[in-house]
C-alpha cells in the first residue's frame, strides 16, 4: 500500500483506493493468458482482510508531530483499520465503485510527519533473499530517525551485486 501512496505525496488522505489487478501487477504474481487467476484475487482478498486484523504494538516506535512536537506512540492499533471491496456499503450506505483501505490514525500521523519513509520498492524487489527484504524493511525506518545510518547490502542484492540504501 506504501508503493500506491509514494507518488501522492504529503499529506496522504485518510483512505486509498486500488484495484486489486494494481496490487497483484506490482507484486508480480503469475499471470496466464495476459490475465491474473479468480484465485490470485481471492487470495489478495484475503491478504488485506489479514492487514486489517493485525494489530501492532507500539512502545514509542511510531512518532508523530503536535504544535511542532514529537509525540512517540505508546498503544496497539491497527495499520489499517478497514479494507472495502467493489460494490460493498459504505458506513454513509453508499456502495463503493473502488476498493477501499483506510489507514489507521497513528499510522497515517507517522506517514504524514514522515517519521516513516515509505520503503522503496524497486530496491526492495531487487533483493534476492528474503533475510535481506527483512533487515531493509527494518531499517529503513531506524535510517530516517538516524541520519547518519546508511545500509549497504552487498553480494545478496541486485543484479549489479550492490545495493545501497540511504536517507534521501
Same mark, same amino acid.
Given at each position: 500500500m506504501e508503493y500506491l501512496l509514494t507518488p501522492k505525496?504529503? %499529506?496522504i488522505p485518510e483512505s486509498l483506493d486500488f484495484s486489486r489487478y494494481e496490487i497483484a501487477a506490482i507484486l508480480g504474481l503469475k499471470r496466464t493468458g495476459g490475465v491474473y487467476s479468480g484465485k490470485s484475487y481471492?487470495? &489478495?482478498?484475503?491478504?488485506l482482510l489479514s492487514m486489517v486484523t493485525s494489530s501492532r504494538k507500539s512502545k514509542g516506535v511510531?512518532?508523530? #508531530? /503536535?504544535?511542532? /512536537?514529537?509525540?512517540w506512540v505508546h498503544d496497539v492499533f491497527h495499520l489499517y483499520e478497514r479494507v472495502v471491496f467493489v460494490g460493498e456499503r459504505l458506513p454513509d450506505g453508499t456502495v463503493t465503485k473502488k476498493? &477501499?483501505?483506510?489507514?489507521?490514525?497513528?499510522? #497515517?500521523? =507517522? #506517514?504524514?510527519?514522515?517519521? &516513516?519513509? %515509505? #520503503?522503496?520498492?524497486a530496491?526492495?524487489?531487487? &533483493?534476492? =533473499?528474503?533475510?535481506?527484504?527483512?533487515?531493509? /524493511?527494518?531499517?529503513i525506518n531506524f535510517a530516517v =530517525?538516524? %541520519?547518519?545510518?546508511v545500509l549497504v547490502v552487498e553480494g545478496s542484492a541486485c543484479p549489479r551485486n550492490s545495493c545501497v540504501a540511504s536517507k534521501s
Open positions: 505525496g504529503v %499529506p481471492v487470495d &489478495l482478498k484475503q491478504a511510531f512518532c508523530y #508531530l /503536535e504544535k511542532g /512536537e514529537k509525540r476498493n &477501499l483501505i483506510y489507514f489507521g490514525d497513528w499510522y #497515517l500521523r =507517522s #506517514l504524514n510527519t514522515w517519521y &516513516l519513509k %515509505p #520503503l522503496d520498492f530496491y526492495w524487489k531487487c &533483493l534476492r =533473499s528474503d533475510i535481506a527484504r527483512r533487515m531493509y /524493511e527494518y531499517s =530517525s538516524n %541520519p547518519m545510518y
